[in-house]
């Protein structure tokens, strides 16, 4: 169906990624100040925490792109060490410290998993569409179990997801529905692997409420696409601009309004949202590893 707009023209498909969609969920200003701002407002600095999420994920990778029998619990250590970030970390100490803790972490992850049992795909993108929306994203791992596929998401952080995680996540489910589509094979389960404890939380998705995720998916683009156009209608008559000498004027500010909370202390923006320098406290940057 041929989603329409003024004067008969067809309406751009709103081109995403599940974490554009979540941003915008989560809080409006940050929304505007990632994807729409340019140039975008300069971050703080990078946090520990991520620096572990992306040295684990590359480590896992990287086990899976080599030879079968190079798939050894020491080769991912290997592979975390020379692969490790030190971003955000307080000092050498700390960065050493979670350093070898994250070496035990994917060794012993990798340890219970079986080298032949080849991945469809491992940091695999995938892409559909609808009338309304382009979405692609990028899947940790993607299994075949018998004649469906099933979609992995590595977690590091200090609380281990339940089934409701598993269940409720949007990215999850847009991954599985494109998975289907792309490789034409049955994807409706979706796990959650949590290497610090080695728990797994699965959810086995219906036909159904796969359906209400994109239809959630879909209102949340047409929500965002609108205020999209208005900030780049706006942008487009005054020319390129910086925060400090062509501010936002109210009436489009107002389509993007900040979410203060104490999700507000972990924003990379929060230097330049009032509201947000209110709502939480500053945090250092290793301040989220547990």
């Known amino acids: 169906m041929e989603q329409l707009g003024f004067e008969g023209m067809p309406r751009r498909l709103y081109a995403c990624t599940p974490s554009r969609l979540n941003s915008w969920l989560d809080c409006r200003r940050r929304y505007r100040f990632t994807y729409l701002d340019r140039p975008a407002p300069q971050k703080g600095p990078p946090w520990a925490h991520n620096s572990v999420g992306a040295s684990v994920h590359n480590a896992l990778a990287g086990w899976w792109r080599q030879p079968y029998e190079r798939r050894t619990p020491m080769t991912a250590a290997t592979l975390l060490t020379s692969g490790w970030i030190t971003e955000g970390f307080r000092d050498q100490e700390q960065s050493t410290t979670w350093r070898d803790r994250a070496r035990e972490m994917v060794s012993g992850y990798v340890a219970t998993l079986d080298p032949a049992d080849e991945p469809v795909g491992v940091e695999r993108t995938v892409a559909t569409r609808t009338a309304v929306i382009a979405v692609s994203g990028r899947i940790d791992r993607l299994d075949r179990r018998g004649d469906e596929l099933v979609v992995v998401d590595y977690k590091t952080g200090r609380r281990a997801p339940d089934g409701d995680d598993a269940r409720s996540s949007l990215a999850l489910a847009l991954y599985a529905i494109a998975s289907s589509r792309v490789m034409h094979r049955t994807c409706r389960k979706v796990e959650l692997h949590h290497l610090p404890t080695g728990s797994v939380a699965e959810w086995e998705h219906t036909d159904e409420s796969l359906d209400r ?78």
């Open 213 to 290: 995720h994109l239809r959630r998916a879909e209102e949340i683009a047409r929500e965002a696409s609108e205020a999209d156009e208005a900030y780049r209608a706006w942008s487009g008559a005054s020319g390129s601009r910086t925060a400090s000498t062509d501010p936002v004027p109210p009436e489009v500010d107002a389509l993007f309004p900040p979410s203060p909370g104490p999700i507000c202390s972990w924003c990379d923006f929060r230097r330049h949202c009032p509201q947000g320098l209110q709502a939480g406290q500053e945090r250092n940057p290793w301040d989220g590893l547990h």
